[in-house]
């Protein structure tokens, strides 16, 4: 076990040093500028602020496959309709111009009731028939086209910003800065996902989630109520991806299919940390977010999801079952 | 509203090049799901190595065109080598992200700055199959009967590509009714008995996975001549959800089902498309609601209603037999 933790840490270490080592060979010239260390760092401060963004938007995506081993593919979308709800409340020309603190809160209501109504409307019926998991699957799919284009009709292709926090100047820490609002961001992320992991250990409700996460017949034998848990977690998880979208929106930009980008960089995030771990899915993301970032050292921009997906493909070569996972055969 | 414009564009698209593409695509991604209960997800990387393969071959090195084929069949054997070796000995749904990573990794890293001089980064290549164009015995000019009116190039891609179903069909047929074939199903229906009974599942798997790969990459190939061009997001994961949706439609593991599948869904597809525009041109559908640009927008909006009430109402699809296709959550 610890032997293939360390094998894994070194991996990632591998995986984010070869390609300076690749780029020396290549005879490249590291642009001039900031030093590397100062970019080094600030790389590092943009891939956690990234990884816990990706992290809260993958922890429910984690808990449903932990509840119901459903691999939702439409869990992008639910970012992407946060985020553009919070943007019609806030900025749109129709909409009623709200601060965005509010507009957040009701984008993350907005997210939980669509997470519920997908639950009730869809997933519980399928579930009554006897649909196959492999079915089921291919319903996410369709879910995430349906959803995903209607959000396209309703808010077209254009990027956009939200009216607050639009544009500000950095605070330095040591070489590299951030903005107040990143910070901010960054600083509410971890908060949330504290408290989701208090909700999990502390209250009745989370520790239901756990214990029909770790064996749902045993749970249900011992009368927790299965139904009403995998609708909170569905529930949980649209209101997460609502607030995720939100702030992906907040310090990237809103844009119809920001989602989709994202979801598989949750993916790779929840694989990594061990498919239908809470706090695997938080670890997880947390390294992809900052590979992503941190890949900009030495490659171009437009490859940094890239390189997180190939660190994915790469890891379930040694570790199938995640850097948190539980050692179980899963072939 | 022109009803006979609107039976002609449905029409034309339901027999056209690009039903012959997905049928041929879908026929590949059939072996892998329908026949052997692989999900893979990422059937359009396959077609984007083949489309890049022939495209790099003869646009960015000057090579002759049959050499751009071997070399997009040779990337298509290699990335199913590639993706296989990790994740086949997993559960399925490991396959399904692994593979749509590994197609979305392919097309940022041929879309990317950093590939521009082989890949034309994300302007893509243009005019490599003139010498597909010179084989072609049609004179100028266009063809057709009834509604239906092709020109001389579409209507030659449209005859080589719906050959290659054919080949593709009777080869796969062949292979599902021999011995090879009834151990692809077992692997599907039930692995663990597959493997108690001596077979090399991982090898089986390995040979489904780099066959539907191969032909997949075909139909990339084909996608490419029709067009003259490759383009990185010609190549988005959503080109696999629609080879899903109707090899869903047509019924997986079927060797008809992926034709079937296909000529309905392109056709469905244009008369939406076709209808919609003619409706709000008509101003029986207000452009508030709808507007022209809107519409392509709407009917995949409709593909996803259509998947979701296919799979939970008839996963079986058209032709499909419903006991075959109750996959399980392998």
């Keep these: 076990m610890r032997y293939q933790r360390m094998l894994v840490t070194g991996l990632a270490l591998v995986l984010v040093t070869a390609p300076a080592i690749f780029a020396r060979a290549q005879g490249e010239e590291v642009p001039r500028g900031p030093t590397f260390a100062a970019r080094a760092l600030q790389a590092l401060i943009d891939g956690i602020q990234f990884g816990v963004i990706i ?15 459903l691999i939702n593919f439409a869990h992008g979308e639910f970012v992407t309709i946060g985020a553009t709800f919070a943007f019609f409340l806030n900025a749109s020309a129709a909409g009623p111009g ?102 999990l250990q502390k209250t009745r409700i989370g520790t239901a989630v756990r214990a029909v996460s770790a064996n749902r017949d045993l749970a249900e034998a011992s009368g927790i109520d299965v139904q009403r848990v995998v609708l909170f977690v569905w529930m949980l998880a649209g209101g ?51 590979v992503a970032q941190m890949s900009t050292l030495w490659f171009p921009v437009d490859l940094q999801y890239a390189w997180a997906l190939l660190v994915l493909i790469l890891v379930l070569l040694v570790r199938p079952q995640g850097i948190l996972g539980r050692a179980e055969r899963v072939g | 509203m022109d009803f006979s414009a609107i039976l002609s564009d449905a029409l034309r698209s339901g027999i056209g090049p690009i039903a012959a593409v997905y049928a041929l695509a879908a026929m590949g991604l059939n072996l892998h799901f329908g026949y052997t209960g692989l999900l893979n997800f990422g059937q ?90 010179a084989l072609s015995p049609i004179e100028p000019g266009t063809y057709g009967v009834w509604l239906v009116r092709f020109g001389a190039r579409d209507l030659w891609v449209m005859i080589v590509g719906w050959a290659l179903v054919v080949v593709a069909g009777s080869l796969l047929a062949l292979l599902i009714h021999s011995p090879w074939g009834r151990v692809i199903r077992s692997i599907r229906d039930d692995e663990v008995a597959a493997r108690s009974l001596g077979k090399n599942v991982y090898a089986y798997k390995m040979q489904s ?118 996959l399980s959550g392998r």
Excluded at chain 2, 61 to 83: E, H, K, R, S, T
Aim: charged share 10%.
């Design chain 2, 44 to 133: 359009v990387g396959f077609m984007l190595v083949g489309g890049y393969g022939l495209a790099i071959t003869v646009s960015t090195y000057d090579g002759p065109m049959w050499l751009g084929v071997l070399g997009g069949v040779a990337c298509a054997i290699v990335l199913a080598l590639l993706l296989g070796l990790p994740t086949l000995r997993l559960r399925a749904d490991y396959l399904a992200i692994t593979t749509i990573a590994a197609g979305e990794t392919l097309r940022l890293f041929y879309r990317s700055s950093w590939a521009e001089p082989v890949t034309g980064g994300v302007f893509g290549l243009q005019r490599f199959a003139n010498d597909f164009y």
């Design chain 1, 55 to 69: 992290a809260i938007t993958s922890v429910g995506l984690s808990l449903i496959f932990g509840t119901i081993h």
């Design chain 2, 209 to 326: 996975l780099v066959l539907g790969g191969v032909i997949g990459a075909v139909a990339g190939m084909m996608q490419a001549i029709q067009v003259q061009s490759v383009n990185p997001d010609n190549y988005d994961p959503a080109v696999t959800f629609f080879l899903y949706t109707l090899l869903v439609l047509g019924g997986a593991g079927r060797i008809l089902g992926p034709v079937v599948g296909s000529v309905l869904f392109w056709f469905v597809l244009s008369f939406i498309d076709s209808a919609l525009r003619q409706a709000i041109d008509a101003e029986f559908v207000s452009p508030d609601l709808i507007s022209t640009s809107e519409v392509g927008a709407v009917r995949f909006a409709l593909v996803g209603v259509a998947l979701i009430l296919l799979v939970a109402f008839r996963p079986q699809g058209i032709l499909g037999s419903r006991k075959e296709m109750l």
């Design chain 1, 98 to 199: 709200w601060h965005l603190i509010p507009a957040a809160f009701a984008a993350v209501v907005f997210g939980a009731l669509l997470g519920g109504a997908v639950e009730r409307g869809i997933w519980r019926p399928l579930r009554a028939r006897g649909t196959g998991l492999i079915n089921m699957f291919i319903v996410t799919i369709g879910l995430s086209l349906l959803l995903r284009h209607v959000v396209l009709v309703l808010y077209g292709t254009r990027p956009a910003s939200y009216a607050q926090y639009d544009i500000q100047s950095t605070i330095g820490i040591g070489p590299a800065g951030i903005t107040p609002r990143d910070l901010t961001v960054t600083l509410l992320s971890v908060l949330v996902l504290l408290g989701i992991a208090a909700l």
């Design chain 1, 240 to 290: 997460l991806a609502a607030l995720g979208g939100v702030f992906f929106g907040l310090v990237e930009i809103v844009t119809w299919d920001m989602g989709f980008k994202l979801l598989l960089l949750m993916f790779a995030g929840i694989i990594l940390g061990g498919l239908g771990s809470a706090y695997g899915a938080m670890a997880g993301s947390l390294v992809i977010g900052v």
